[in-house]
């Protein structure tokens, strides 16, 4: 738990005895401990609520008018890393749009730089308006069937663990090791025993869901369906419902917002990119549409406030309350939720729905690039052979994909591409290590008709995955990323048609996110004119590595069956 | 948080790999997690249960043929003192009820002893099927207006929160210190950031409550009436309702039980006697009568369990969940709640209502007696004078006094009680130190015709008091009580008419509770036998000198208003 100490000059404001800082007047104060609406003044002294009710004077009068005060919003679970910008430039997102606390597992960064990876994370969000706590990476790398840059091990993570803004374990993604209680899994659960740990469990029920559940992981976001997510909640997970770019699960699990899951249930955005965090929004965009569906204003809000505090035992926020943090947004009416001000840590941030400058120190310099690429004259090659091949089957809007047998399209004794038959070539390429070592498959549902995409941002490895019509514009794309240390690229033969830059990790630009995201457009742009029929395909591609979601994967050592968790061959 | 480490047995059990000790067959399973009722089997491995659902296998099969399965109750807050039994032979009294973890705050035996007390409670409570968990008292002496045996300052307090059982900060008693920021309150409070901290605030509203919220404790098991309990719970309190033997909220709180307070509400005893342990139960009749009130019966149930695991932090409890203590709770209805077996960490402890016996290893040697009285001739004389006087007034079945005006009886200079007038002389004699200090006032409400009761239990400071008719009873009482190192008597001029003697601390007794309660009925009725008309006269002496419950008390001081904080004069 994260409590405030006690502070004897906010007593003195709360009991009345000194004046406030500031006082809002005549609001309408959302109650997610009553589930009611509170007319109620609040006096804030500092950082912190001091009390509500009437009687405050304070420096500042503040005339609400009859507006709704709402807590700040909390995401419950996001990869920062997904924005493709740092933290700080993260914060000038989400923030605007209610967002005050974020909890991130920088596991992408971890994947790529290890523990110096998690420090930059940690001190690039020092001192903003978004608190942002750290849940320590409980699984870099996610599996042994591939390559990444770094690993985290259980002293790594306990030296991780005594930084004040660490809280607990994040999502212990390998769920067949926690099931079939692997001693390395577990051993990094004991170190965090008595602290909040995450789960990841996609479809695992009955007596896997047990096992899981009775080794330790307290969380679960991964749910599809209000059957799973209400098994997990009755074997005792909390349920974060996601609704990230490329897996939103709100509209399947708004039926199980009843009862219960009203106190058992949080919300996280886990993955979004620019255009997403920016035109739809976040935390306060599933708000919306959770009040718009007929729950309760007051447990909607609760969900994204309250509930994620208490499940990590963030007590000095979630509420207004006396002595928690004055993270607060002023919203005229609770049905559109329009955002008119917020509110962090006392500091105004957003007024008339007008983001406010705020200054946040010098940016910390990232870690060198890392950026090993080395590709063989015929990396992509892929010689045939007798017999059907696997094929990844992408989703859209999901991270889960298919796993499809076809007969291959072959010419001059090479498996080829086949737009026709919407069969593409994928690879991924190692890029830690500079060992030269790629995995190759076929892919369904990218939907490119010529030319290539390649990107570094390939959950959680963050090889360079490759998704291309022809040799020549995957070798393209690929060497295209590897020159910039790493982005975003579509390429077309010798042709680099679009680039987006991600620097930091090969994931993250420094750049403000409408710069960032102007460039995100222009690679979609460019992707769809090549044919791709995905709204968003570099979402789509940056989960057809991730051999940790079923069913078939991709990683530089090739594919991997996620069911069977192990890996197997291109021909069946 | 408690969370018990990973298992990698019990993890082979889960998933279905490994035989389960003990399945449960055919039963129905309250499920608070989810509010419903579950028809799964249950499989336990060793203190923990395993897995829920269809397809265990077991060493042994227990058919349940639909009976209900709950969770273990959790009493949120007791003193195991009140009891005035040792906590391995209060365990004896509760687990039969279904209460298998207690949160106590051992702060009785600390006002007398200090760490040693406490260790010793750690101690004694060592390894039974009841878990104790201990709150550090925060309150020792509860205020500087009397004189303990010992004080437990912030070092104390951290050397005890490193014990694997203590689990935070207990009822901050002291409302007016922390409201004022008092420094050293405060500190004690920094301490314990972090963990749970209850509170204590009885009356305290507006204002007042912010500053007590913002100063850090964050429960209440004070309130007395629906509007205070939902003014504390909006502030963020966690509400604890209490039904101890001389404080009984529950009827009154009973309408706050619907909405949010299903979730943020646990029971408690706080303090009951032997013959209402015995006769009555403990949280298991508090169920029974939410039920009886029309509270769903797996609500009730969850303020008894999973609100109280929360609260704490106990993730390992409150729950029939896979990973958590099998302590279980069998019965045939939910509307008698009548209990036909109860399991503590998968051990049966009651077999078709009949409790079984179980070994508890050698108990502990208690701290050496500390009863040091000093009686000078004339203690308890009140010589008279111009004026009225105040007079404490006792209020049946409750902790909280009147204060009232009266002119007194005199005789001889002498004020004199006056049975007649229902006004008894009552004093609070020293008996740590051997300082020979003695504070006297009035009392109103016990009822005595003629004799007197002393006693030494008498929170917090646990000093004698003693009420009479006459001076020499009172002084036979007091020394009857000094010579057996604690206790309860009752006297008539210098006969002794029964005495129960509490050498531990002069708090409890080690002989088993039945044996207690015979003496506690006998100590009664004797009292009531003299005249009393108080149904529990022993009970309500006890709480006459907590100068932290209003509204005037007494201690060795002299007289305290309790309102006010400060000691007065017995002449208004």
Redesign the interface.
């Known amino acids: 738990?994260?409590?405030?100490?006690?502070?004897?000059d906010?007593?003195?404001v709360?009991?009345?005895d000194a004046p406030a800082d500031l006082v809002f007047r005549g609001g309408r104060v959302v109650?997610v401990?009553?589930?009611?609406i509170?007319q109620v003044d609040i006096?804030v002294r500092g950082d912190?609520?001091?009390?509500?009710?009437a009687?405050y004077e304070g420096a500042e009068i503040r005339e609400l008018d009859g507006a709704f005060v709402l807590p700040g919003f909390i995401d419950a679970h996001v990869h920062i890393e997904s924005s493709l910008v740092t933290p700080r430039e993260f914060a000038r997102a989400v923030v605007p749009r209610g967002t005050t606390t974020a909890v991130t597992d920088p596991h992408e960064i971890a994947n790529v730089h290890g523990l110096e990876g998690v420090r930059y994370m940690l001190d690039d969000s020092e001192a903003l308006p978004l608190t942002v706590f750290v849940m320590a990476s409980s699984c870099v790398p996610a599996t042994h069937m591939s390559t990444s840059g770094a690993s985290l091990g259980r002293s790594d993570l306990e030296a991780l663990a005594r930084h004040p803004r660490v809280v607990g374990l994040a999502e212990v993604m390998n769920f067949p090791g926690?099931?079939?209680?692997a001693?390395d899994v577990?051993g990094k659960?004991?170190a965090f025993?008595?602290?909040?740990?995450d789960g990841h469990a996609p479809g695992v029920v009955?007596?896997?869901?047990?096992?899981y559940?009775?080794?330790?992981p307290?969380s679960d976001h991964e749910c599809t369906t209000v059957d799973e997510a209400?098994e997990k909640?009755?074997?005792?997970l909390f349920i974060l419902i996601r609704e990230a770019t490329n897996a939103r699960n709100l509209d399947a699990l708004l039926p199980m917002l009843e009862?219960?899951a009203l106190?058992?249930v949080a919300l996280c955005t886990d993955d979004r990119t620019p255009p997403d965090l920016l035109d739809e929004g976040g935390i306060d965009a599933m708000v919306r549409r959770i009040i718009a569906a007929g729950v309760d204003p007051v447990d909607a809000v609760r969900l994204a406030t309250l509930n994620a505090a208490?499940f990590f035992?963030l007590?000095d926020r979630g509420?207004i309350?006396?002595?928690?943090r004055a993270d607060m947004i002023v919203v005229d009416d609770l049905e559109s939720l329009t955002i008119r001000d917020v509110w962090c840590g006392g500091e105004q941030v957003v007024s008339g729905g007008r983001t406010l400058e705020w200054a946040s120190g010098d940016s910390p310099a990232p870690p060198a690039p890392a950026m090993q690429v080395e590709l063989h004259k015929s990396a992509f090659r892929i010689p045939a052979r007798e017999g059907d091949i696997r094929v990844i089957e992408a989703v859209p809007d999901q991270i889960v994909t298919g796993s499809v047998t076809e007969s291959p399209s072959v010419s001059d004794g090479e498996v080829m591409a086949d737009p026709e038959r919407d069969l593409l070539k994928i690879a991924a390429v190692e890029r830690h290590r500079g060992s030269g070592r790629v995995g190759l498959g076929m892919v369904r549902g990218i939907g490119l008709r010529r030319g290539a995409l390649a990107g570094t941002v390939a959950h959680d490895h963050h090889n360079v995955l490759v998704v291309g019509a022809d040799d020549v514009s995957m070798r393209t794309a690929v060497e295209a990323v590897a020159r910039a240390g790493g982005g975003l690229a579509v390429t077309l033969g010798g042709d680099v048609l679009a680039l987006l830059e991600l620097p930091v990790g090969g994931l993250m630009s420094r750049s403000p996110i409408a710069e960032v995201r102007r460039d995100y457009d222009s690679v979609v742009a460019a992707a769809q004119g090549l044919g791709s029929t995905l709204h968003d395909p570099f979402m789509a591609l940056s989960f057809l590595g991730l051999e940790v979601i079923p069913a078939l994967k991709i990683t530089d050592m090739g594919l991997v069956d996620v069911d069977a968790f192990r890996i197997v061959d291109l021909w069946v």
Do not use: H, K, Y
Request: charged share 20%.
């Open positions: 738990m994260r409590t405030a100490p006690p502070d004897a906010l007593l003195a709360a009991r009345g109650n401990f009553s589930g009611g509170e006096a912190r609520i001091a009390g509500l009710g009687g926690v099931i079939a209680g001693e577990l659960i004991e025993a008595g602290r909040p740990i009955g007596m896997g869901l047990n096992a559940v009775a080794g330790g307290q209400c909640l009755r074997r005792g009862g219960s106190w058992r208490e035992g007590d509420a309350a006396p002595g928690r």
